[in-house]
């Protein structure tokens, strides 16, 4: 009985001093710990490569994982900056402040939500509200909507995307998504499913689109969206109708910090929001962002 | 005499330390099974503060993050589970017993060297190849074949689960099949039996044990397995109504949702108490395969 007692103390001790080599001692390093949005993953990578190789000394990791993932990793101190494409539940601000985190938020690009077909769809347009009808699943054939007579196969991204959780809220109404939705992990894979499935529909952040010469990826096809069935339709890669937020689902793509943001993370979203850097935001496809929301994150840099 | 004496308690001294190391390590295991459990009893009791044990066990719909009202229902989950699993085993068992059969009795010992390191590396192969072969290889074949939109289905996932439990139950079922005593095999000729006969009527049933034993630790095996199932059935979460409708496993569900779950809430809870279901589920099925297994090795002795 003895030497159980003195094991369990031991292996008590052995994890003690596990966890204080994670805690954020770690994190204090020179390292900037980037972690979030999947539709934002490969924009900040591609920030990050471009402003380590300016600075150099610099040091920046960008990991994935969607917006709950990088939100929870800001709560629980495991990086330094997390990028999320949606806006902060309640429930997330008050466990944060519980914790004694103040999150501070920046936007540093605008998404336009895309709804992709298979090209050989004869789809080209739907209303907001047939998208959550689809997608709530009360819409099961295309024949409905003037297509084949095809039951529809829908992808979406998991309950951790900061784009399933904006669709929900502003396309389906926060109502339930439709139990056959085929939860895939991340952008990459619905485009990959929606240009072999023939009846599928999927959505995505408009800079997954685009390969790298910048054309639309084939095989796919991009809905135009109305409003509702009286307004025009527009669509997602028409950027004069995003700026101008004529198309209906766009939406910032935020980073977050906790608290007054660092030096060298304050210096990398300068350089995010300088015209460099939101040149490269446009460059892979998203949109530059408007004159309030820079105003904002001025304010929140100080 | 003083020397000798001396010599005498240092051996001693060291017999008994090493007794100790080993019985040491020999609690270590026992002790991270038990504190593993109690880990998860602590984490997932939480959960049922807020949802019902019969609503967690009975409810068929799993949504903690619905607008309307979260839903924390394990059913649809455990049935997919239970069905990949036994479309896995379903097609591994026989595939697996026969080549073990062949191995044992039938193959020359050179392709015996040649074929049994090559199953055993089929064990090597990371889930996530497997995963992904089954995203762009058998994924697509089974659209193609049953004339459906997509593959990820739970077909797909059966398949690709029988690959992986194959080597266990080869591996097992065939070292069980050689453990038969050469007397058995002998009697059984001497009266007139043929190889066949032999293998069907005496070895086999000899070492049912241990086959089914070899079954059992697959099923473990393929009811834990997490990465092929999330990237090759499509997760949709509705209740599988066949083998040609994308499912989400236990696994699955835990892997998708911990990563982003806040933590502390009965969403996290809840995700715990999947994964006790979990570890009862695989202990129970392991624990049988070695009540078999001893059971076989005491019969043959």
């Known amino acids: 009985m003895k030497k159980i007692t003195a094991l369990i103390g031991l292996l008590a001790l052995l994890l003690v001093a596990s966890l204080g080599l994670t805690s954020p001692a ?5 390292m900037i710990q ?15 490569e471009e402003y380590m190789a300016k600075k150099p000394g610099a040091a920046i990791a960008v990991l994935g994982g969607g917006s709950g993932t990088g939100i929870t990793a800001i709560i629980n101190g495991t990086c330094d900056l997390a990028n999320h494409s949606r806006e902060w539940k309640p429930k997330e601000l008050d466990l944060a402040y519980e914790k004694g985190v103040r999150p ?16 050989k769809n004869p789809i080209e347009t ?18 409905v909507l003037g297509g084949p007579d095809q039951k529809i196969s829908l992808y979406g991204r998991q309950s951790n995307s900061g784009t399933y959780s904006f669709l929900q809220e502003h396309v389906l109404n926060n109502k339930n998504y439709s139990p056959d939705v085929k939860e895939m992990n991340g952008n990459a894979q619905i485009i990959e499913a929606v240009t072999q499935d023939l009846s599928g529909i999927g959505y995505v952040g408009v800079g997954y689109l685009y390969d790298e010469k910048g054309e639309v990826r084939k095989g796919l096809k991009v809905l135009k969206i109305k409003k509702d069935d009286n307004s025009p339709e527009y669509s997602p890669l028409d950027k004069e109708a995003v700026y101008s937020a004529k198309y ?14 660092s030096a060298a993370v304050a210096d ?4 995010e929001l300088s015209p460099e850097g939101q040149a490269i935001v446009e460059k892979e496809g998203f949109f530059k962002i408007g004159k309030d929301l820079m105003e904002q994150n001025e304010k929140n840099l100080r | 005499m003083m020397s000798v004496k001396k010599k005498g308690v240092l051996g001693d001294l060291k017999e008994s330390l090493i007794q100790k190391i080993f019985q040491t390590s020999g609690l270590l295991a026992i002790i991270v ?21 019969k609503e967690f066990l009975t409810s068929s719909r799993w949504d903690p993050t619905s607008p309307e009202k979260p839903e924390y229902g394990l059913l649809s989950m455990l049935a997919s589970t239970i069905m990949v699993t036994l479309g896995a085993l379903l097609i591994a068992f026989p595939v697996g017993v026969a080549v073990a059969a062949y191995l044992s009795d039938v193959a020359s010992p050179r392709v015996r ?18 995963g992904f072969i089954g995203i762009t290889l058998v994924g697509p074949m089974i659209a193609k074949i049953f004339n459906l939109s997509h593959g990820l289905t739970a077909l797909n996932g059966s398949l690709l689960l029988a690959i992986m439990a194959l080597p266990t139950i080869i591996s097992i079922s065939e070292d069980s099949l050689n453990a038969v005593p050469i007397s058995f095999v002998e009697a059984s000729l001497a009266l007139g039996a043929n190889r066949w006969q032999t293998l069907v009527r005496v070895k086999i049933p000899a070492a049912l044990s241990g086959i089914i034993a070899s079954l059992m630790l697959g099923m473990g095996r393929a009811i834990g397995e997490t990465m092929t199932v999330l990237m090759a059935t499509g997760n949709a979460r509705a209740f599988p109504q066949g083998f040609l409708q994308s499912v989400r496993t236990l696994t699955a569900n835990i892997a998708i949702e911990l990563g982003e779950v806040p933590y502390y809430t009965t969403h996290y809870y809840a995700l715990f108490a999947i994964g006790l279901v979990l570890f009862i589920m695989t202990f129970f099925v392991n624990l049988t395969a070695d009540v078999i297994l001893e059971k076989q090795k005491r019969k043959l002795q």
């Open chain 1, 104 to 119: 501070r938020i920046f936007a540093i690009a605008v998404d336009a939500l895309s709804i992709i077909v298979n090209e």
């Open chain 1, 26 to 30: 770690s994190a204090q390093k020179k």
């Open chain 1, 126 to 143: 739907l209303t907001m509200a047939q998208v959550g009808s689809i997608f709530r699943g009360e819409i099961k054939n295309w024949k």
């Open chain 2, 33 to 53: 099974l038990l504190g593993i459990f109690a880990l998860l009893l602590y984490t997932a009791i939480p959960a049922f503060r807020e949802v019902s044990l």
């Open chain 1, 34 to 48: 980037i972690k979030g949005s999947d539709t934002m993953v490969n924009l900040v990578q591609i920030l990050a």
């Open chain 1, 268 to 271: 990398f979203i300068r350089f």
């Open chain 1, 248 to 261: 209906a689902i766009s939406r910032p793509l935020y980073q977050c910090t906790n608290g007054k943001p």
């Open chain 2, 113 to 130: 060297e040649i074929v049994k390191p090559v199953v055993e590396l089929l064990a090597a192969i990371p889930s996530v190849v497997v």
